[in-house]
């Protein structure tokens, strides 16, 4: 099964100029599920919050390696963005709304409640010193 | 991004924001809204967003921290032509609980 996906592989250094790189990688990818204007826009939107919280959070020094990952099936689309940074310890609390580490760097704490709403599933996989995984999927061309 | 500010008579502040709002510009942004608001002291700031064409929570941050900047020297905000996408972001944010929509 696994190996009819259509899938594409990348790793970028957690660097924030990759973000918009990012979004268009995604955007291009997701483009052959000939997804509406929203969707599309709902899939960027969630990709950046995820890049854009390895770049901020997860890496102490430079140097540090992002992966985004992806895979597209009829009407489904999964995303997976990783890196091997400082990790989550409280996942629960991290993707409550409003909450952050960051204030100080006018952070919001409003990335992963984003990345909910935009996307069908969200999950968190994260091991303290070792790194993140945030999996997502949005179907598109499903009436709700 | 690109920010196009223009100096209004009584005292406003206005900024047209161009482009992708995210964290990579989020820092010259910042930096070009807070030379402008230290410098003209203005009773309002106003952030004409019609020119955005993405934003992520970055743009939060940035928005709330210019609230707090203009509201410590006594002024107030405003946020105008807010496109949808933007503006579901700014809801969910509950920004418009302190940021007139104008
Ligand atoms: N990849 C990651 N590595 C380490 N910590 C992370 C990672 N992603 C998120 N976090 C932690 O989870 C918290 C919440 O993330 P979220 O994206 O919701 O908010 P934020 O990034 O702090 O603010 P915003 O996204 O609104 O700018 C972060 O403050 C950070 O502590
Ligand atoms: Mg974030």
Known sequence: MEQHKNFMQMEIPARSENEGF????????????????????????????AVTNAIVHAYANPGGIIALEAWAEPHRLEVAVRDCGRGIDNVTQAMEPFYTTSPETERSGMGFT???????EVEVHSQSGHGTTVRMVKRIGCEE | MTTQIHYAPKGVLRV??????DHHCAFQVRRELDEAID???????????????????SGIGVVLGRYKRIKSQGGSMRVVNVPPRVDQIFSMAGLYAIIARG
């Open chain 1, 114 to 120: 984003v990345m909910q709403s935009f996307m069908d």
């Open chain 2, 16 to 21: 047209r924001l161009e482009g992708e709002l």
């Open chain 2, 39 to 57: 410098w003209s002291a203005p009773a309002v700031l106003e952030l004409d967003m019609a020119g955005v064409t993405f934003m992520d929570s």
């Open chain 1, 22 to 49: 990012a979004r268009v990688v995604i955007g291009a990818f997701a483009s052959r599920l000939d997804p509406t204007m929203e969707e599309l826009a709902d899939i960027k939107t969630a990709v950046s919050e």
